[in-house]
């Protein structure tokens, strides 16, 4: 079946445009997750959703960071005014919920920050 | 915090044997998770221990002591498939805090 979709698969902005990443995950999943992933360092999560509810972001590195996921269903990753320090992979997971379920990920979004 | 630690980088030769060795500190999880991730791509999930003791998957197992803060991963028959980060990570209600990743490189 139809795995955790992201788009756009490569973003290059320049230093104070705004963002926004797309996530698509698998049908019926319940639980979203957002996380950062530097070079040659493992993910660092960002915030999670259950269902619309956003139930933590304390990973959010500013307040330029936000996201959304208003019908429970797609969410989106937006940054405001990037920086360079933002140049990362943006990864995108989900999972059917509960405290023991993996998270499936996509290929995730790689940000360039000129 | 949990501080998650993993070897850098460990070279093996085809059909041999690697363990990948993880230690952490947490005040508490629910459980511990091993990832794939080859490069450009996304992590892969492989394993995942809740108790104390041995899952095996075919080729893969994983080990978690509580007690000592020690999880490993064993890859066995290695292939050149196999050539990979595996990523160590501390799951608490769903979220998970990875290691840093350990580049396993297998030679023919």
């Known amino acids: 079946g139809a795995g955790v979709s992201q788009s756009p698969r490569y973003k290059v902005a320049k230093r104070g445009q705004d963002v926004a990443l797309r996530c698509d995950p698998i049908s019926g999943h319940v639980s979203l997750f957002w996380y950062q992933q530097a070079l040659g360092q493992g993910p660092e999560f960002l915030t999670y959703f259950q269902n619309e509810a956003q139930l933590d972001k304390s990973g959010l590195p500013s307040d330029r960071f936000f996201a959304e996921r208003p019908e429970g269903s797609v969410s989106t990753l937006k940054i405001q005014r990037t920086q360079q320090e933002d140049s990362a992979v943006y990864l995108c997971?989900?999972?059917?919920?509960?405290?023991?379920?993996?998270?499936?990920f996509g290929d995730g979004t790689r940000l360039s920050i000129l | 915090g949990q501080n998650i630690d993993q070897p850098t980088e460990m070279t093996a030769t085809e059909g041999a044997i690697v363990q990948i060795n993880c230690t952490y500190q947490?005040?508490?999880?629910?459980?511990l998770f091993w990832y794939q991730q080859h490069a450009g791509e996304a992590p892969t999930f492989l394993s995942y221990n809740v108790l104390d003791g041995l899952e095996e998957k075919g080729r893969f197992s994983s080990f978690l002591s509580r007690s000592k803060g020690y999880s490993y991963l064993l890859l066995k028959e290695l292939q050149m498939k196999d050539s990979a980060s595996y990523l160590c990570?501390?799951?608490?209600?769903?979220?998970?805090?990875f290691g840093a990743g350990t580049q396993v490189v297998v030679t023919p």
């Open positions: 990570a501390v799951g608490s209600w769903g979220k998970l805090q």
């Open positions: 947490t005040s508490g999880f629910n459980g």
């Open positions: 997971a989900s999972s059917l919920g509960g405290r023991d379920q993996p998270q499936h």
